[in-house]
């Protein structure tokens, strides 16, 4: 099940089972949005991105949507491992002259029992 | 290939202490970041460079002082730190055109004394 703790939200699930980790977003002129799941002890890893003009998105196991009228961002991760176990960030970004800036979501800690 | 290297991986130093964080890309990248990340809380964005030069200044304390020696490499200077600093510091690069996808290093683990 999924539990909002002090500081980061949790989601515990079976291995095999499907994850969704739901994100909201502040700025409704965001064109750009990204998953990265950070493992412990490392930094974060760019798992799949998606721009506005589109509602979905899909790699390998992981499938990104995008809700624009509610500002909203899932990942969907299908028949999870243990090793899907890390935090998830969501991010919208803004390009800039010659960079871009992040802002990210809270973060979820996705859980995996084998 | 999406790699951005960091060294050193763990760093323990004191208050009086001066360090340096290293940070190197061979992707091409012309902008390059450093971020600091307390534990269960998302990346908060500190410094930004865009072709070697800097844009982007988070109001970031003095004892922390960033250098773009070249386009491929990105430094972070420590001195006088407090305990308060000690995180998880990670560095990332993106392409200019298209760019708006940030990739990070592995981090460099700081403890101040």
């Known amino acids: 099940g999924e539990s909002v703790g002090l500081h980061l939200p949790t989601l515990s699930v079976q291995e095999g089972d499907n994850s969704i980790i739901n994100c909201a977003y502040s700025n409704s002129a965001s064109d750009y949005f990204i998953w990265y799941k950070q493992e412990s002890g490392k930094g974060p890893q760019f798992i799949i991105d998606?721009?506005?003009?589109?509602d979905k998105r899909q790699g390998q196991r992981v499938t990104v949507l995008l809700n624009k009228t509610v500002k909203h961002l899932s990942l969907q991760i299908a028949a999870t491992q243990p090793g899907d176990s890390a935090v998830y960030f969501c991010?919208?970004?803004?390009?800039?002259?010659?960079?871009?800036?992040?802002?990210f979501g809270k973060g979820t800690m996705l859980l995996v029992s084998p | 290939d999406t790699e951005v290297t960091q060294t050193p991986k763990h760093l323990v130093m004191g208050m009086t202490n001066k360090k340096s964080l290293k940070c190197e890309q061979h992707m091409g990248h012309r902008a390059m970041y450093w971020y600091k990340q307390k534990a269960k809380k998302p990346p908060e964005l500190m410094f930004v460079?865009?072709?070697?030069?800097?844009?982007i200044n988070e109001s970031v304390p003095s004892r922390f002082s960033p250098e773009c020696p070249n386009s491929s490499l990105l430094n972070l200077h420590l001195h006088a730190l407090q305990p308060e600093d000690s995180a998880l510091y990670l560095c990332?690069?993106?392409?200019?055109?298209?760019?708006?996808?940030?990739?990070f290093g592995p981090g460099t683990r700081l403890l101040v004394l």
């Open positions: 991010a919208e970004t803004t390009s800039n002259s010659g960079y871009s800036t992040l802002t």
């Open positions: 460079y865009s072709y070697e030069k800097l844009s």
């Open positions: 990332a690069s993106s392409q200019k055109y298209g760019g708006e996808t940030q990739y």
């Open positions: 998606i721009r506005s003009n589109m």
